[in-house]
């Protein structure tokens, strides 16, 4: 009596992987996308938070654009990180109308300030 597997089974179970392979890659690919995506939106409205409440302690801010480094220098106590690889941008044109922008290479993601 031989012991193995034959041509037939080995070619029934790679078949299976393969099938297996073609529905599991692009859902995960998906699932990172999403998951990307979500952080940089979430990043951007706890930014922008922070600066509202800075604004609301200490009064107005000057308007202009700034990176991370230079909101942090300016709030303070109210200082914000962002994930490893992401990078933000602050629009600031006045207490009502302040724009966050979080990304990394591929994903971007964003909070307005809406009153």
């Given at each position: ?20 392979s ?14 990307s ?6 990043t ?17 801010i ?10 942090n ?17 602050i ?12 990304q ?10 809406e009153?």
């Amino acid at each position: 009596m031989k012991k193995g597997f034959t041509l037939i089974e080995l070619i029934i179970v790679s078949l299976i992987i393969a099938i297996l392979s073609v529905t599991a890659i692009p859902t995960y690919n998906g699932y990172i996308s999403r998951t990307s995506d979500n952080v940089c939106s979430h990043t951007a409205s706890i930014v922008l938070t922070s600066i509202v409440n800075y604004i609301n302690a200490n009064g107005n801010i000057t308007p202009g654009t700034y990176d991370m480094d230079s909101i942090n220098a300016l709030m303070g106590n109210y200082q914000v990180r962002i994930p490893e690889g992401y990078s933000a941008e602050i629009i600031i044109i006045d207490v009502n109308d302040i724009t966050v922008i979080v990304q990394n290479n591929v994903y971007l993601g964003t909070a307005q300030l809406e009153i």
